[in-house]
């Protein structure tokens, strides 16, 4: 037997279906998730169980549905409803964003092009920093097929085919050769490690409930881990909008674009700019990589 469980909740009538889908079609060979139409499947282990997420968005609603292979669901209704709204980024406050920004001289034009933009989010912080880390200083496309082969060589299948990504008590105990084998460089594959490690110890707390200011300051004091891996994964596993990205080469980029500079701005350049925006910076940023996401995390 299997556990299946489903969930519905209503969507903003500014919710942007398509961007949510684009975040998860970055691996073309839809090892591990899979989107036809307005329907996304996604392999994932929960409570080490094979799990497969199949979330339908509507004009108006979007469902969840849970088909564990167990016989008892690792999650009940009240945490799959959680995990829905987590997933949309339905618990960021952008209206009041863009209310309050709508007239700015510089990023008005952002709003106007791009209005209604939330962050899809990972269904874990821990899948969001283990994609934070593989991607750090590489492009989209060599972090995607980097992270394609560690599912492969270290993640599980689900009975419907689909693969789940490892979870911290797989990558704990995968060794560093195993890592380099994908594709990781040894720092790479020594910090995703040693966070797996710490999670598994109880030495780092990832929960969705955990105070953003001391995740960045638990993750900053790890090896391999600055401030761009913080900010990326705050912004994408726990719907943080605050993170200062001003070391995104994306970011900096599009900012040159967006003012019309003759150079690209540099990092403390970027971070003075960003840093009036605040509590808004991370979205701003993500604004920024809207301007042509396909080079943007």
């Not at 460089?185 to 995703?192: E, L, V």
Request: hydrophobic content about 40%; aromatic content about 6%; some cysteine.
């Amino acid at each position: 037997m299997k556990a299946n469980l489903s969930v519905t909740t209503s969507l903003p009538s500014t919710f942007r279906h398509r961007d949510f889908l684009a975040f998860h079609q970055r691996d073309k060979t839809e090892l591990a998730e899979k989107v036809d139409g307005n329907l996304l499947r996604k392999g994932m282990l929960i409570d080490g169980i094979p799990c497969c997420l199949s979330l339908a968005l509507n004009d108006n609603n979007a469902r969840l549905e849970l088909d564990a292979d167990a016989v008892t669901s690792p999650l009940d209704n009240a945490s799959l409803t959680a995990l829905l709204a987590h997933m949309l980024g339905l618990d960021q406050d952008i209206d009041t964003f863009e209310s309050q920004y709508h007239s700015h001289p510089d990023i008005s034009r952002l709003l106007a092009h791009h209005s209604g933009l939330r962050i899809p989010q990972t269904v874990t912080p821990f899948e969001a920093i283990t994609w934070a880390i593989t991607g750090q200083l590489i492009s989209v496309e060599a972090a995607v097929s980097i992270r394609r082969r560690l599912i492969e060589t270290t993640g599980k299948p689900h009975s419907s085919g689909i693969w789940c990504s490892p979870d911290a008590s797989m990558l704990a105990s995968t060794d560093i050769e195993t890592y380099r084998g994908c594709g990781y460089s040894n720092s790479k594959a020594t910090t995703i490690q040693r966070v797996a490690q710490m999670l598994v110890n109880d030495e780092l707390d990832l929960s969705l409930s955990a105070d953003p200011f001391a995740v960045s300051r638990d993750l900053l004091a790890i090896k391999g881990v600055g401030p761009w891996t913080v900010s990326y994964t705050l912004l994408r596993g726990f719907s943080y909008l605050d993170g200062s990205l001003h070391g995104d080469v994306a970011v900096r980029r599009n900012l040159q674009r967006l003012l019309g500079c003759d150079e690209k701005p540099s990092e403390k350049e970027t971070q003075a700019w960003l840093k009036s925006f605040s509590p808004w910076r991370a979205l701003v940023a993500a604004h920024l990589w809207a301007m042509q996401s396909e080079q943007g995390y």
